[in-house]
């Protein structure tokens, strides 16, 4: 068997292919009934050896891997996606709507006020920015947490003030948070550069998708479509116009519209026109001269989903019923990117994930509190997208 360079590719000797040889040419050159086994003085040092030639074999292969981006892992990786400009995204932080009852004028500051969780006091929250009550009262506040990555907070969990100070009295959560993510994996990372590489030649609606993933390479959906028609289109796009639909995060989303704006300016051909539920400004060049132009987009339209389920317990393994609420909804709100309707029968599978079920004999679902369908479909509209919450669930367990 050829190893090295082939015409296949790089075929590696391992540490087993490497012995198997060591003994037949020790037995073909000094003597052909040498002790060569693996309990034996010189079965051994072959073992150490053969070890240490493995490990080398396998930086060969690695270095041959790292001019093929599908094999290639870790900074390899990196260092191809450096070539056009493109970087591993971060962690990024989870966020959190809070109820905060205020006195008026008191001012939540990042970084000083924190909240958290009631049982688990190392997991704190502090305001996204500044926010000073305009009136004493609930005022709904945006809080992310202090570290980075998937850490969850299903509803009622943030109810403690870890930073007391006069004019905050209480805090509560309504909703659950929207974890953060870990830094972005080879696969993922492999996916953006496919897409980044479509930003070369014209500024198709695929080279628009791409710049703003390029740009934004935290945000969990991206599509744009184009209208190069001379009449409105069925989903309402004006005439030879583009719409991207983003989804950044919920409740709050993550990216800056100015930036989003200026993204698609720079990538959108001349005399395109854009369209969207939101905008942000971006400059232009017209003529020699910079100028402001408010560019459209498209933040999906949340849709609340109520649901409740009828589930017959196992003798044993049942995680209750908040974990089992906890799991439900973190696989529902994965699953549902924008314009993916509501399938009763995948929400019915859900209730099997965390185990100690053995039916689920119903589970009802609609937009609004008690829900009564059972076995429908809900219609989840192209800019709009489904959202699930434990406060949103209910679990009859028997």
């Known amino acids: 068997m050829s190893y090295g360079v082939t015409p296949e590719g790089f075929v590696r000797k391992t540490v087993e292919n490497i012995i198997d040889e060591m003994q037949d040419d020790q037995l073909s050159t000094m003597y052909d009934d040498l002790d060569v086994s693996d309990e034996s003085v010189l079965g051994q040092q072959?073992?150490?050896?053969?070890?240490?030639?493995?490990?080398?074999?396998e930086q060969l292969e690695q270095l041959y891997n790292c001019g093929d981006v599908d094999a290639v892992e870790d900074r390899g990786l990196e260092n191809l996606c450096k070539l056009i400009g493109l970087f591993r995204a971060g962690d990024t932080k989870g966020t959190v709507v809070l109820n905060c009852t205020l006195t008026?004028?008191?001012?939540?500051?990042?970084?000083?006020?924190?909240?958290?969780?009631?049982?688990?006091?190392?997991?704190?929250?502090?305001?996204?920015?500044?926010?000073t009550a305009p009136s004493t009262g609930i005022h709904g506040v945006t809080f992310e947490a202090e570290n980075a990555g998937p850490i969850p907070a299903v509803a009622g969990t943030i109810t403690a003030i870890a930073t007391p100070i006069v004019g905050w009295s209480s805090v509560s959560q309504p909703?659950?948070?929207?974890?953060?993510?870990?830094?972005?994996?080879?696969?993922?990372?492999?996916?953006?550069?496919?897409?980044?590489?479509?930003?070369?030649?014209?500024?198709?609606?695929?080279?628009?998708?791409?710049?703003?993933?390029?740009?934004?390479?935290?945000?969990?959906?991206?599509a744009v479509f184009e209208n190069d028609e001379d009449v409105i289109d069925d989903d309402g796009r004006p005439p030879?116009?583009?719409?991207?639909?983003?989804?950044?995060?919920?409740?709050?989303?993550?990216?800056?519209?100015?930036?989003?704006?200026?993204?698609i300016a720079d990538a959108a051909a001349g005399g395109i026109a854009t369209f969207g539920n939101k905008s942000g400004t971006a400059q232009v060049l017209d003529g020699t001269e910079l100028v402001n132009r408010t560019v459209h987009f498209t933040r999906p339209t949340p849709n609340f989903?109520?649901?409740?389920?009828?589930?017959?317990?196992?003798?044993?393994?049942?995680?209750?019923?908040?974990?089992?609420?906890?799991?439900?909804?973190?696989?529902?709100?994965?699953?549902?990117?924008?314009?993916?309707?509501v399938a009763w029968s995948l929400l019915s599978s859900l209730a099997f994930i965390a185990g100690g079920?053995?039916?689920?004999?119903?589970?009802?679902?609609?937009?609004?509190?008690?829900?009564?369908?059972?076995?429908?479909?809900?219609?989840?509209?192209?800019?709009?997208?489904?959202?699930?919450?434990?406060?949103r669930i209910v679990i009859n367990a028997t």
Not at 46 to 57: D, F, K, S
Not at 200 to 214: D, P
């Open 175 to 222: 909703n659950d948070a929207e974890p953060g993510v870990r830094i972005e994996d080879n696969t993922r990372l492999r996916q953006r550069r496919v897409r980044e590489l479509a930003t070369m030649g014209s500024a198709t609606t695929r080279a628009i998708a791409a710049k703003l993933s390029a740009a934004f390479p935290g945000t969990i959906s991206l």
């Open 305 to 341: 989903i109520y649901l409740e389920f009828d589930i017959v317990k196992a003798s044993s393994g049942y995680p209750g019923d908040a974990d089992l609420k906890a799991v439900i909804a973190k696989h529902a709100n994965e699953l549902h990117l924008p314009g993916v309707d």
């Open 240 to 263: 030879h116009s583009v719409e991207a639909l983003i989804y950044d995060g919920f409740p709050e989303p993550t990216e800056n519209d100015d930036r989003i704006a200026q993204t």
């Open 104 to 131: 008026s004028g008191t001012t939540l500051t990042p970084s000083e006020q924190f909240a958290q969780n009631h049982d688990q006091p190392d997991i704190r929250w502090t305001p996204v920015e500044p926010f």
């Open 46 to 57: 072959n073992a150490i050896v053969a070890n240490q030639l493995g490990e080398g074999w």
């Open 357 to 391: 079920v053995t039916k689920c004999p119903q589970v009802r679902l609609g937009f609004s509190p008690s829900p009564t369908d059972h076995e429908v479909d809900l219609t989840i509209a192209l800019r709009e997208i489904a959202r699930f919450d434990t406060s």
